[in-house]
Each structure stands twice: as structure tokens, then as C-alpha cells.
């Protein structure tokens, strides 16, 4: 499946961004999504996940109760909304599916398809 992310920019610290997904080539609904983030200088790390069906969600604790993961099958999107920002925030977005769906998986080694990437950049 190829991925197209979008959404990201500068915002201050505080505010809100909301990144979206669009998948294409593929059968959408079978693929877990993800997010992950890769800060300058730092190893990608994992943002965000949904489960094929909107089920089940998982997030990284560092943005638990400010970041909401969501998908519109109907549309092969998925996005990410992101709300209080801080600038410890700021990298590049990238998502990512997985297609085999009984599991959930917050490794990137184990994503084999990938999004170009959104930067997203929170001043202070």
C-alpha cells in the first residue's frame, strides 16, 4: 500500500495540528496504521497505532491525552489530531501499516510499508 501524510507545520506551543494518511494501492482496511516520529538527531520512535477496524488504540505515553488516532476506512485515511503541543513534539511524521491485523505492534522494524513523512515543528 502506498502512503501520502499530510498536515504538518509550525505551530506555537499550546496549539494544534491534525496529520492525515491517504492510502492507496491496497486493501486499506486490512492494515493496522500507525504513526511514528523521528526527532533531528534521534531514532524513529512510535507515536501512535489503530487496529484495522478502529477497535483498538495504542499511544506512546509521551502523548497520551493529547494525541487521538483515527481512520475513515471508507476514505483510506488516517489521521492523527494533535492537540497541546509542546515543542518536545517537533519531528518528522511518518505513517506506517501493518498488514497483518490480529496483532498490534509498536516496533517500526515491524512496519514494511511507509509514508514520505510530515514535519511538524512546535516553537516555544
Known amino acids: 500500500v502506498q502512503l501520502q501524510a499530510s498536515g504538518g507545520g509550525l505551530v506555537q506551543a499550546g496549539g494544534s495540528l491534525r496529520l492525515s494518511c491517504a492510502a492507496s494501492g491496497g486493501t486499506f482496511f486490512r492494515y493496522n496504521m500507525a504513526w511514528f516520529r523521528q526527532a533531528p538527531g534521534k531514532e524513529r520512535e512510535f507515536v501512535a497505532v489503530?487496529?484495522?477496524?478502529?477497535?483498538?488504540?495504542d499511544y506512546a505515553d509521551a502523548v497520551k491525552g493529547r494525541f487521538t488516532i483515527s481512520r475513515d476506512n471508507a476514505k483510506n485515511t488516517v489521521h492523527l489530531q494533535m492537540n497541546s503541543l509542546k515543542p518536545e513534539d517537533t519531528a518528522v511524521y511518518y505513517c506506517?501499516?501493518?498488514?497483518?491485523?490480529?496483532?498490534?505492534?509498536?516496533?517500526?522494524?515491524?512496519?514494511?510499508?511507509w509514508g514520505q513523512g510530515t514535519e511538524v515543528t512546535v516553537s516555544s
Open positions: 489503530i487496529a484495522w477496524n478502529g477497535a483498538r488504540t
Open positions: 506506517a501499516a501493518d498488514p497483518i491485523s490480529y496483532r498490534i505492534v509498536t516496533r517500526a522494524s515491524q512496519y514494511g510499508d
